[in-house]
């Protein structure tokens, strides 16, 4: 059966649609790059947002106080219906993943995909060390994306 995928992104104000769309691209990759040929159609949802509304949800689903960069939602095993997978749903902060980048520098796009990726794996259930890992390949490969665009 050909894998195919649905991805939903909802945004606050402070993203631009070039922001999403590029979300949307590096999410189409990861489904390309890290899913089994063979599984069945996939779905996640996104939420680009600010540092108040992923504090929010920080403290209402894991019971910690502060803004963080990424919460991924994993919905194990559940499938919608036999020929849906519903993966689960990737929450970004803008103004942590600004933050982040300046503080690491790094470009705002080449943190973006760095934490939409590792929002991506954790909803696959790799563990963090696994994640690093796979991390700096994928990473080497969106730059290079990234770059393609630019130029």
Avoid: C
């Avoid at 949307?24 to 390309?32: M, S």
């Avoid at 929450?91 to 470009?107: D, G, H, P, R, W």
């Avoid at 954790?122 to 130029?151: A, D, G």
């Amino acid at each position: 059966m050909n894998k195919s995928k649905s991805i939903f992104i909802k945004k606050t104000r402070e993203w631009v649609d070039s922001e999403v769309s590029f979300v949307n691209e590096v999410l189409e990759h990861a489904f390309e790059n890290l899913l089994d040929s063979n599984e069945l159609e996939h779905e996640v949802s996104v939420l680009l947002t600010n540092n108040n509304e992923i504090r929010e949800l920080n403290k209402k689903y894991r019971n910690i106080d502060k803004s963080t960069n990424v919460l991924s939602f994993s919905i194990a095993n559940a499938n919608i219906s036999s020929e849906l997978k519903m993966i689960g749903d990737i929450v970004i902060s803008k103004e942590k993943i600004l933050s982040e980048a300046k503080e690491q520098n790094k470009t705002f796009m080449s943190h973006l995909a760095h934490m939409v990726i590792h929002g991506f794996l954790h909803l696959l259930n790799y563990s963090v060390p696994t994640i690093m890992k796979t991390l700096r390949i994928l990473i080497i490969l969106l730059i290079l994306l990234i770059i393609l665009q630019e130029n």
